[in-house]
Antibody
């Protein structure tokens, strides 16, 4: 079955750009039945949705992070990526990637996150 | 801060039932479908309910979901020690251009 694995630096300096990659195995990132999301969770706190990318390449972002976030997909490598610029200590969190499964009938499609990666911890510190 | 409000904690004895509420507005729950996620300690979240009340394959029918107006509810019957976890509701919010996904504040379930 499909598996997702996050990877990237565990430590990022303040003001730099956080870059993470999610590798999808056992499935295709180019299937129109899915889109791909990033979610984060500071220690001891709740989940925060960062954004998602559709197979068309279009994206949706959390308004609170939109000015600093870029999500992209590389179908040749079966990966999708997150870049978060100008990080501060407030960006320290466990970062999860997830697959969003599409359901419903055209033109009314809906999604829910049916497969998650195990998460990777990113600390922002000098 | 989240636009979906959940109680911080609920508890009950083994075998009993708990319900978790998720309160939102017309821009999110009122006009979109709700999902529920379970996060066991130290693990990634897992979907329990989607489309307000549907269970993905493999999720036991002890878990149920409902929605009324701008609120949603997750029910867990026959509570087990393995149900001790954090639970989050989630849905799309259409208040801003393009929309965005929102999670609830989260509820910790304790089995007494």
């Amino acid at each position: 079955q499909v598996q997702l694995q996050e990877s990237g630096p565990g430590l990022v300096k303040p003001s730099q750009t956080l870059s993470l990659t999610c590798t999808v195995s056992g499935g295709s990132v180019s299937s129109g039945s899915y889109c791909w999301s990033w979610i984060r969770q500071p220690a001891g706190k709740g989940l925060e949705w960062i954004g998602r990318i559709y197979t068309s390449g279009s994206t949706n972002y959390n308004p609170s992070l939109k000015s600093r976030v870029t999500i992209s997909v590389d179908t040749s490598k079966s990966q999708f990526s997150l870049k978060l610029s100008s990080v501060t200590a407030a960006d320290t969190a466990v970062y999860y990637c997830a697959r969003d499964l599409r359901y419903g009938d055209y033109p009314y499609y809906y999604y829910y996150m049916d497969v998650w990666g195990k998460g990777t911890t990113v600390t922002v510190s000098s | 801060q989240s636009v979906l409000t959940q109680p911080p904690s609920v508890s009950a004895a083994p075998g009993q039932k708990v319900t978790i509420s998720c309160s939102g507005s017309s821009s999110n729950i009122g006009n979109n479908y709700v999902s529920w996620y379970q996060q066991l300690p130290g693990t990634a979240p897992k979907v329990l309910i989607y489309d307000n009340n549907k269970r993905p394959s493999g999720i036991p029918d002890r878990f149920s979901g409902s929605k009324s107006g701008t609120s949603a509810t997750l029910g867990i019957t026959g509570l087990q020690t393995g149900d001790e976890a954090d639970y989050y509701c989630g849905t799309w919010d259409s208040s801003l251009s393009g929309g965005y996904y929102v999670f609830g504040t989260g509820t910790k379930v304790t089995v007494l």
